[in-house]
C-alpha cells in the first residue's frame, strides 16, 4: 500500500512528463492551421488512474528515505508507460532518476534517454542522449542533453530536428545549442541544414516561434517566371489573431503588373458561426489591346482590378441557418489573368467537408459568369422555407445590364404526404419573387404548384399512379413609365399526368466465398404527361413558358446487385452494373398534318442510353449516350474511364463528343514506377478543331519525410485578337520541393 501511495503522489507527477509535457491549446475546431504554424494538441490532465510497477525488485532506504526498482522496470498508468533498468524515487529531495535505456511513451509520443533526472518540486529535470518523438506531426526532436530550465523553458545542447524515420535522417535541422520557450520563441546557435548528414546550408543564428498553438509567422512563398507575368513572387503572412480568428496576408509581385495585395480573414465565433472573407488589390500597370469571345478591352492606363469573397454560416438550431456566398470582380478579364495562380483555384472544394475551403467553381477563363447569394433557410418534418437573393455577373456579354437578378425569392415547399388521412397524397412547392435588372423587363413573380397523387397497388404486378398537378402564376411588371399600361396578368396550367411502374427480378446463388449472390432486376416504366396549350404571349420573359405537352415517356432499367463477403466476414451489397434506356414519344408532333407544314413529323425522341458499370473498387465505367434514330447515328457520347490498382497506379479517360459542338478527349496518368518515383501524363484534345489544348508530363521522387517534383506543361493561347493558334502554347516549368513536417517551396 505504501509503495503504490507513493507512485501516486510522486511517480505519476515526475512521469506524466512533466519534464515534456504535452501542454498548448488545440486550434478551434475545424479552423485548419497553414503548413508553416503549426498546432499543438490539448493538454493531457494528469491521470487519476492506478498506477502499477512491474520489477525484478522493490527496495528502500530508510535513511535516504529513497525507493529503487531496478532489473526491467515497468511503470504503467493512464496515459503512459516508462521502461528503464533502473528508477530511484528520493521522497525528501522530491527528486527521480531513470537510467538504463529510459523510454517513456505518451500517447503516440515517446522520449528515449540513456538517463533521465527529475525534479518533482520544481518541474524541471534533464534527459541525456534523449530523442523524443511527436506522434501528431510526425517528429524528432534530439538533443545530448536536453534539460528542462523552468515551468515553460528548455535548452537543448546537440539539437537535431527531422521527421525522417531511422538513424540515418535524408534531412535534418542541427546547432549547438537550442532554447525554446513554449508559446514564445526559439533561438538556435550554428544552424545547419543536413542532407545524409552532410550541411548543405547553414546560418549562425536562427529566431523561430515555438508556440503550440496556432502561430502567426511568413508562410512558404511560391516563385513563378511566366510570358503572362514575368516574375512572379508571392510571400503569405500567418497571423493567429486569436483562438477563433486568424489572418494570411498574401504580399504578390508581379513585374509586369505591379503589387497584388490580399487578405483572408477566417472566423469561428462558435461551431454555429464561421466564415471566411477574402479581398486582394492590384493596380495592374499591364498595357493590353484584345479581343476575346466578342469582348474586347483596349487598357492603356493603369487599371484598379480587385476581388471579394464571404462565406458566412450561422446555425440557429439544425433546423435553421443563414448562408451567405459572396463572389465579385472588378471586370471580367479577371479569371483569365490569373488563371493558372489565384486565391479562388487554392480553396476549390466540391463538398462542405471543410468549413473554411468553399469555392464551388473552376476560377480560370472558362468561367462565363459569377454569382453571389445570400439565403436563409428553415425546415420543418413537411415543410422548407428558403429566402434567397441572387447576383450573377455575365462575362460574357459586355455590360451586366440584360443579366436578371433576383432578390428576394421566396420559397416554401411541402413534401409529399397523406391528405387527411385518404390514400391521396399531396405535394407543393411556392415561390415568390423579385426580378430586376437594368435594361429589359422586372418585376414581381408569384407561383403556386400543388401536386396529388394517388398510388394503386396493382394486385403486387406493379403500381399505377395518377396525378394532377396546378400550375398558378400571377405577375405584375414594374417597367418604366413608357411601358405598356397593362403590367399585370396571370396563367393557369393544369398538368395531369399517369405512371406504371413494375419490376420483375431473380437472385442467382453462386455460393462463392467471396461473390455469394447476384440479383438481377428489370423495371420497365411508363409515364403519361400531359400540359394543354395555354396562351403565353402576354407573359414577361422572367416568368418560364410551359410548352404544350402530350407524351409518353417510357423507360427500361436493368441493375445488377451483388452480395459480397469481406475479409472481415460481413457481407455487403454492390450494385456493379446499371443500364437503363429511355425515349420519348409525343402524340402532338404525330398527330400534326405534313402537308400543311411541309416537314417530316418525328414524334420520336432521341434515345437516352445510361450505363454505370464497377464491378469491383479498382475500375468505373459511367457513360451517359443519346441516339437519333431518324439520322441513325449518335447526337451525344460522354464516357468517364477509371481504372486503378492497389500500388497507386492509375489511368483516367474522359470523351465527350455532342454533335456540330463538342468533341474532346481528356487522358491522365499515373505510373508508379517504383516505391519512391512516380511519372504523370496529362493530355486534353479538342478533336473537332484538331488541336491539342494541354499537355502536362511529370515525375514525382518520394522518400518518407520528403519529395521533389518536377512538372512541364505547354497550354494552347490566343493572340491578341482572341484567336487560337494551335501552334502557340504557353509552356510552364515547375519544380515543387518538400520536406514533410516544414512545408513545401514550389519554383514554376
Partial sequence: MMLKEISKLYLILALVFYLFPEAGCAAP?????????????APDKASKGPVTIESESITYDSETDT?????QVVITYDGG?????????????NEALATGNVILKSKNDVLRGDRVDFDIETKTGVAYQGKVFFAQNHFYISGDKIEKTGEATYHIEGATATSCDGDKPDWQLAGNELDVTVEGYGTLKHMRFLTNGVPVLYMPY???????????????????????????VELPFFWAISDSVDATFYQRYMEKRGFKEGIELRYFAGKDTFGTVYGDFLNDEMRINETVGGITRDWQTDQQRWSFYLNHQTNFDPTFYLRTDIRKVSDKWYFRDFATQNYYRDNYSTTDVQRFRKVPFQADESLSSLSSTARLVKSWPLYNLTVLGNYTDNFATETNDATLQSYPEVT????????????????????????????GQKG??????????????????????????????????????????????????????????????????????????????IVPEVTYAYVPNVYQNDVPDFVSRIGEQSTITYSLTNSFIAKVKGQDGKSSYQEFLRFKLAQIYDLKEASRNEEETGIEKRPFSNVWVETDFMPFKYLSLIARNQYNIYESEWIQNNYDLVLSDSRGDSATVAYRYTQNAIEEFNLSLKAVVTKTTDLFYSHRRDQLNNRDVETTYGINYHKQCWNVGVFYSEKIKADAAGVIDKDQFDKTFMVVFSLYGLGSLGNR
Fill in 81 to 93: 508507460v516508462l521502461t528503464a533498468e533502473d528508477v530511484f524515487l528520493n521522497k525528501t529531495k
Fill in 444 to 521: 414581381h413573380l408569384f407561383d403556386f404548384k400543388p401536386y396529388l397523387s394517388l398510388p394503386l397497388n396493382l394486385w403486387g404486378y406493379g403500381q399505377l399512379t395518377p396525378y394532377f398537378g396546378l400550375v398558378e402564376t400571377v405577375w405584375q411588371l414594374d417597367d418604366d413609365p413608357a411601358a405598356p399600361a397593362d403590367k399585370q396578368g396571370s396563367r393557369s396550367i393544369y398538368n395531369p399526368a399517369l405512371n406504371l411502374r413494375t419490376e420483375i427480378s431473380r437472385v442467382f446463388d453462386l455460393g462463392g466465398d467471396t461473390l455469394q449472390k447476384i440479383r438481377h432486376g
Fill in 412 to 439: 416554401f415547399t411541402g413534401t409529399k404526404r397523406p391528405l387527411f388521412g385518404t390514400p391521396l397524397n399531396l405535394e407543393f412547392s411556392s415561390l415568390y419573387g423579385y426580378y430586376y435588372r437594368t435594361v
Fill in 206 to 232: 536562427l529566431i523561430f516561434p515555438a508556440k503550440k498553438k496556432r502561430q502567426s509567422g511568413f508562410l512558404l512563398p511560391s516563385i513563378a517566371n511566366s510570358d503572362q507575368n514575368g516574375w512572379d
Fill in 29 to 41: 475546431p475545424d479552423i485548419p492551421v497553414p503548413s508553416s504554424p503549426t498546432a499543438a494538441v
Fill in 67 to 71: 525507493y529503487h526498482a531496478r532489473g
